[in-house]
């Protein structure tokens, strides 16, 4: 079964610090990934996501993230990051259904982001 | 808002009670999902639907819980004889099959489920 892994349960950082957050997965074969974001009380929003392609996808608010074929990577990067990034960040892959051409995604346990002014 | 909503966004029940949660999807989209985040945890697959059929269930779903789209529109999630394992969050998502990145889901505000 497919399954993710955050390194990082819980992150401080200095706001303008430099984000990695670290994410692997299991699954050797073809692969969908995705950064969601949860706010403090606000829903699961998408960041970014990987289908095909160019492996360094950018998404919303500045965020990127690198997909690593070999490592079986999809890291979450942002250059200097801001106290409005405090958040619960997830990665996410997609496993198909046994009886759908549907796929249900599959989370991370998070990384909660904590920012300092 | 064009979003996907749920109703009630927070609900309290004393162990045994039965509670019924309901998942309004972004209009026209034919694929609802149904999951449960626990705290410190991502999200878990329960159940998913494609318009009014239940194609998947997860077996974290017992026996004690049911989900419906009736109409293939709205759905609801009864658990029944509730336990405290229960406490969490309950997730829906929607999607369109037909849309260009058929694997984005967009999901709704969750319903926080306590049991006393």
């Known amino acids: 079964a497919q399954s993710v892994s955050q390194h990082n349960h819980h992150v401080i950082l200095s706001e303008a610090a430099s984000l990695e957050l670290g994410c692997n997965y299991s699954?050797?074969?073809?692969?969908?990934l995705f950064w969601y974001v949860q706010y403090p009380g606000q829903h699961l929003q998408l960041l970014l996501k990987?289908?095909?392609?160019?492996?360094l996808v950018k998404g919303i608010k500045g965020f990127e993230a690198e997909f690593i074929k070999s490592k079986f990577s999809f890291n979450l990067r942002k250059p200097s990051v801001q106290w409005s990034d405090t958040a619960e960040y997830f990665c996410?892959?997609?496993?198909?259904?046994?009886?759908?051409?549907?796929?249900?995604?599959?989370f991370g346990s998070g990384t909660r982001l904590s920012i300092r002014p | 808002d064009t979003g996907v909503s749920q109703d009630p966004r927070h609900k309290i029940t004393k162990r045994g009670q039965n509670v019924t949660f309901r998942c309004d999807p972004i209009?026209?989209?034919?694929?609802l999902y149904w999951y449960r985040q626990t705290l410190g945890q991502g999200p878990e697959f329960l159940t998913y639907f494609q318009n009014e059929a239940q194609l998947e269930k997860s077996r974290l779903l017992s026996d004690r819980f049911s989900a419906e789209r009736p109409k293939g529109s709205f759905s609801t999630l009864e658990i029944q004889r509730t336990e405290q394992g229960d406490s969490a969050m309950y997730l829906c998502?929607?999607?369109?099959?037909?849309?260009?990145?058929?694997?984005?889901?967009?999901f709704g505000p969750g319903t926080r489920l306590t049991v006393t």
């Open positions: 699954y050797g074969g073809t692969v969908n």
């Open positions: 209009s026209e989209h034919n694929r």
């Open positions: 998502a929607s999607s369109l099959a037909s849309q260009g990145d058929p694997y984005e889901q967009y």
């Open positions: 990987y289908f095909s392609g160019d492996p």
């Open positions: 996410a892959v997609t496993a198909f259904l046994r009886y759908s051409s549907a796929s249900k995604i599959i």
